[in-house]
């Protein structure tokens, strides 16, 4: 059986995707059916209104997606990103976006996670399906 | 009549959104129904696996939404991403990103464009629909 | 505060809607954070390959959030589907499918569920993220 | 190199999709980059407010998507939608909805179609992003 991946592992992983740590990403925990990233509000991530922009939370919800299943494989597995959807509900202005990724679908070729989006309060501020194909070694 | 945004009115927003400038988005030209922007590869904007992050992808297209529809209304309408979906189609590794934005509705509420991703050599890298609402003056 | 939805007025909302009729879906339960209809394999409901038609499921995701939705407002609200995205893992090719439907966000003017399906051994078959538009009274 | 599925073919494919054949879909014509399909307004695919239910649409939408695939693969390719993407922007109460499917990517594993949903007066009613897998013969 697959060995999981554990949070030490994650957080090197987090660490070689530059984009993460452009953004500030950063794995807050790991769950049995996945992984829980978070991102702090900065200036440098905002959209023209004043609060994070859209495609931070899109990065942070594809990544943890991307965890959630690279965990499940223990990590031993190429992916791409097929595609994503993302729903947002309020903007966030401060503090702390947590992206929460379950897998849903662990295939042959396609996995699927659903990730909930929530703010320091813990409203909820969006949610995502997204989909990952499994590389051929 | 409403009079459209102009390309440098379109240049003066990018600016004034710091996560766009954050991944060096731009304008590249306006059409009638939307706007194309572009991106460079570069490598504080890859993932794991050495190409552009998805995320990068997403927000462009999200930026190129937001311009397409805020053209239309000659930029005076305050508005929030609502949902986006994006399909990934081959990995950007080198060279430009751009996202071309056609407006398809405007609605009084929601407005919805779909965007199409192409790289250098002009080969389609995904396709994506955001839906915007706007916001009440 | 709101009366929500009882399962008498789900069932009979669901008997106002043709199409819902002709798919065969019913109520099976009701939540405290939305609902949970059914839908039986028929061979009018195939597709090509044999298995339930995907149409046939978006339908019942649709109809599901909806009902989720209309539950939490009472069924007061004039509502229209803005948007939805909906993910298939495994094909259902007899007995029931299942469409598990839970509020994720109720807005002033949007509204967002997420949608489990699900056949009859109980295997996840589907996701789905669907979002209404409350219309004004 | 592979003989594109003419409109007779797809015509009997229809022919043998029951569910499509519930709907009354139809193939109005086929074009180089995919096919247009159409449904005629029925009051048993309404919803309950009396217009077109959207999973009519969705219906239709992911069958156009399919064929436009199908079609350029000859129609030798088994396969199974992966995700569906779908946006309403008009409600449609009588007449003719149109499906017009464009296969924008076609891989090796996964193939995507954009659709454009119109009305009998020619207005865009909806959009959809459509992902299938092609299955190993």
Chains 1, 2, 3, 4 share one sequence.
Do not use: W
């Not at 554990?6 to 987090?14: D, K, P, Y």
């Not at 849903?104 to 703010?119: F, I, K, M, Q, Y």
């Amino acid at each position: 059986m697959t060995q999981k991946l554990s949070s030490r592992q994650v957080r090197e992983r987090i660490a070689k995707s530059p984009f993460l740590e452009t953004i500030g990403a950063r794995l807050e925990r790991t769950q049995p059916d996945g992984v829980t990233l978070a991102c702090r509000f900065r200036d440098d991530l905002r959209n023209v209104f004043g609060g994070l922009h859209g495609g931070v939370a899109a990065t942070l919800a594809d990544a943890a997606a991307a965890f959630a299943i690279q965990r499940h494989f223990g990590g031993v597995r190429s992916m791409a990103t097929v595609e994503m959807k993302i729903n947002y509900f309020l903007p966030v202005r401060e503090g702390v976006l947590r992206a929460r990724a379950r897998l849903l679908r662990a295939g042959n070729t396609l996995c699927v996670a659903a990730v909930e989006l929530s703010d320091s309060q813990g409203r909820a501020t969006g949610a995502a399906l997204v989909t990952y194909m499994l590389l051929k070694p």
